[in-house]
């Protein structure tokens, strides 16, 4: 895809903070969520000491599956999850999940009384690749590629940025 146009949810995303109401935004984890068109990849892993944080969605975990955006909400088909019943569709509404109007960067996630979560966009251009497979689900968004897999009854994942990489895989 190099020299074409992207969707504005394509990116490789790393969680800046989230927040719940009456909280102050935090971030208790390294998180990075690999989007393309068609698949997504997103593995968290706790700081230390902050594993038991009480915050959604931050925990030490890897999920992947296939996305879509369909009758106004934004639909991630989880697959694999080291941590959750699958399949499932996670689901946000469309106004929801938006690209700040102050920083083209910046992801928005919010859910209304349950949590927001901010995430910066750390691969605005670059070749997009993914495969998904029973077992498998690799995306590429420039530099940064995830993966998410099952071996033996067990999912983990790793995404990589070039200077580091964060998760576990086929431990």
């Not at 929801?96 to 979560?117: C, K, Q, T, W, Y």
Request: with cysteine; glycine share 10%; aromatic share 10%.
């Amino acid at each position: 895809m190099n020299g074409v146009a992207r969707s504005w949810f394509v990116g490789a995303w790393r969680r800046r903070s989230i927040v719940v109401p009456g909280g102050d935004p935090t971030e208790p984890c390294e998180a990075w969520w690999v989007q393309t068109e068609q698949a997504f990849v997103d593995v968290r892993v706790a700081l230390p000491g902050r594993e038991y944080n009480g915050l959604p969605y931050s925990s030490t975990r890897a999920f992947a599956g296939w996305f879509e955006i369909a009758e106004g909400e934004s639909r991630w088909h989880v697959e694999l999850d080291s941590d959750g019943v699958v399949p499932r569709t996670d689901r946000a509404a469309a106004a929801g999940l938006f690209v700040s109007p102050d920083d083209p960067l910046l992801m928005v996630e919010d859910a209304p009384g349950r949590f927001r979560e901010e995430w910066v966009q750390c691969a605005p251009v670059g070749e997009v690749q993914f495969v998904r497979a029973a077992n498998l689900v690799a995306v590429r968004v420039g530099d940064i590629s995830g993966v998410v897999s099952m071996v033996d009854g067990t999912v983990s994942g790793r995404v990589w940025d070039g200077a580091h990489s964060i998760g576990r895989i086929f431990e």
